[in-house]
């Protein structure tokens, strides 16, 4: 304290920090990108561990018998599903009374902004099908559910079937004491958002759905079951969810314990644990592993069916199927047995999980990286926001921040709203309006006068841009805090290439040179390189042709995943993120 008492030493350091500046903020980058490197390292992470104390134990029988008879449910529902064009509503009902189920179904609808390319549809008509089994030793008022989405063509027959024989086996069993929901959802995420809303009287989408004539108690947990052959090599967890959230860690815990007593081999971003930390090989298969997860956290889009049940403040993972070219086989019995267990102990929970965390990272599915150790790593980037700081004025900056901002408006209202007027004059189709009128909003913000300043004041001040810098830092500074609180990853690779581009830019640097720099570091590049790299990690490099097709694909998805079950990325970047950076853009050419 006395060193920020004393003028005299006050002084020395505020004109030391003005002399290294520079230099200080180069080592605050380096250093954290070089911790946010090591999480990955074994010493950084932390084991994983059971924090709730009535799942701490997995001494419970399973006995799943059925894993056989389950597959030839599933043949026998594909079987239907094609006679029907589609979900076999009829069978499904018949199928769930004969298991002794109360047996519901829910119609649903939903018009697309612009047209689902990917999936192939525009105007989405299905129908949910589900079934509760009621606790015989509880008063109701708690559920679990247990989910398969009814996929196009031959994919996740053998989940439906798999579903289907744990409801008959869950019915001869009196120990349940919360009620058990067999939900088999239409259109995937589409009919996952419209049975959530039906069962929650909510209606955040404007999706037009039948109300549930059934519901169970407050739903604890949710899981989420996805099998498209009758081999598999391995089941791999998925966490990410809307917005980036992420379940409590307990249940990816309980999910990894059970796997390690059953003798199942899993995975996390389809790869398998490595034990040899301390080697170059498994450091780097350690951190591709976390950098997916970054990844995918950061695109704020459902990674399951799961991801829209963490809304609603309920804990829910994925588990994926996989069959590769491993020799180590799982049959159908086992992931009963798997799915058994798990659901016994989450049977067990006298309140919502709650104990472990919900704020972490995963090198592994045996390790994990807690909020604490990641956050310094944002931390040392986004203190070069305020060691960049300038002196202050207002009014030369107002024109600017307004500016840049409406078109960040026009850059999220546009699109859909110019989608039929696009089609009228150009050979596109409706999605490729959408996106290409995404990309000539952005393209128009760079050529917007540089000089936007003078029309309020009338010419421009020698200093101004030193005001505008630092309301641009300072905006930069709390936004990008904001984000890195709900949304960790997102946060982080925004600030990455943000914060260089606010700390150096000046009206005085090189500007050719410069504003290569600045495009190459803005919100586009960084989507378009994260394609690129994401394929990279997932061991799947596509050409230049076909990565620049994904990456339309993902803008077009992007903001469809906010139009149909409100994710907040694409907000995020076309109202707060782009206009920010287009206030740099601004500095750069300011005369």
Known sequence: MGLLSDPNRRRALISLLTRLNAPICVVCYMAGVAWFMGLAFEPFTLRTYMSENAMGSTMVEERFPAGERALGTGREFSAHKKKAGGMPVDWLVKTMQSRGLEVFTQRFSRRLPFPDED???????????????????????????????????????????????????????????????????????????????????????????????????????????????????????????????????????????????????????????????????????AVQTMMLMVMKQASGRPW???????????????????????????????????????????????????????????????????????????????????????????????????????????????????????????????TEAVVLTAIAVYTAGLALPHNTHRLLTGRGTENGWKVLKLVAVLYLAVLLGCTALINFSLGFILALTLVPVAAFVTPDVPKALSAFIMVILSPACTLLFSVFLFQELQEMPVSFLDGWMLYLSVISQGILDHALYGSLVYPLVALLVYPCWLLFWNILFWK
């Open 304 to 430: 399951g069916d799961h991801g829209l049940f963490l809304r609603y403040h309920i804990e829910a993972a994925t588990i994926k199927g996989i069959n590769s070219f491993r020799q180590y086989k799982t049959d159908a019995t086992t992931i009963g047995r798997l799915l058994e267990g798990m659901y016994r102990k989450l049977n067990n929970l006298l309140e919502r999980l709650h104990q472990s965390y919900f704020f972490y990272l995963m090198p592994s599915l045996s390790h994990f990286v807690s909020i604490g150790y990641y956050m310094p790593a944002f931390g040392l980037l986004a203190l070069i926001l305020l060691l960049r700081m300038s002196s202050p004025g207002v009014l030369s900056v107002l024109t600017p921040l307004v500016i840049s901002h409406l078109t960040g408006v026009a850059l999220y209202t546009l699109p859909i709203h110019f989608q039929e007027i696009a089609v009228e004059h150009f050979p596109v189709s409706e």
């Open 119 to 285: 999936k192939e549809r525009y105007m989405v008509k299905g129908t949910n099908v589900y079934g509760i089994l009621r606790a015989p030793r509880a008063p109701r008022t708690e559920a679990l559910v247990l989910s398969a989405p009814c996929s196009p063509g031959d994919d996740n027959n053998q989940a439906v079937g798999v579903l289907l024989g744990l409801a008959q086996y869950f019915r001869n069993q009196v120990f349940w004491a919360k009620d058990i929901i067999f939900l088999v959802n239409e259109h995937d995420l589409i009919g996952m958002q419209a049975w959530l809303e039906g069962y929650h009287h909510t209606n955040t989408t404007g999706m037009d759905w039948s109300p549930l004539q059934g519901r169970g108690g407050s739903i604890q947990a949710a899981l989420s079951l996805e099998l498209s052959s009758d081999v598999v090599t391995s089941l791999d967890l998925v966490l990410e969810g809307l917005n980036g959230q992420l379940p409590n860690l307990d249940l990816a815990n309980l999910f990894y314990a059970f796997c390690q007593k059953i003798g199942v081999l899993c995975t996390t971003q389809g790869k398998l644990q490595r034990n040899d930390w301390d080697s170059v090989s498994g450091y780097s298969h």
